[in-house]
């Protein structure tokens, strides 16, 4: 369950998922493919509607090639 007091923390994370997914050229169908998850859960990571597990957001980063902290890379 998502903390409320965390919501804006939820969504900047699904933001920078959502950037490099594109950045990338992966469909949200295709990134779930890769991850073994449902469309649906990619689109509600990237929408903050539901949390995402550590170990997704560590194969997120291997997949995008990138150091996990530029997932975490909040800009204000």
Excluded at 12 to 17: D, F, K, S, Y
Excluded at 21 to 45: C, M, P, V
């Amino acid at each position: 369950m998502m903390n409320l007091k965390q919501k804006d923390k939820y969504i900047m994370l699904g933001l920078n998922i959502a950037y490099y997914r594109k950045l990338n050229g992966f469909t949200q169908e295709r990134l779930a493919e890769k991850l073994g998850l449902d469309r649906t859960t990619i689109s509600k990571i990237e929408l903050a509607v539901s949390g995402v597990s550590l170990d997704t957001v560590f194969e997120l980063a291997d997949l995008f090639q990138i150091p996990v902290i530029k997932l975490f890379d909040f800009r204000e």
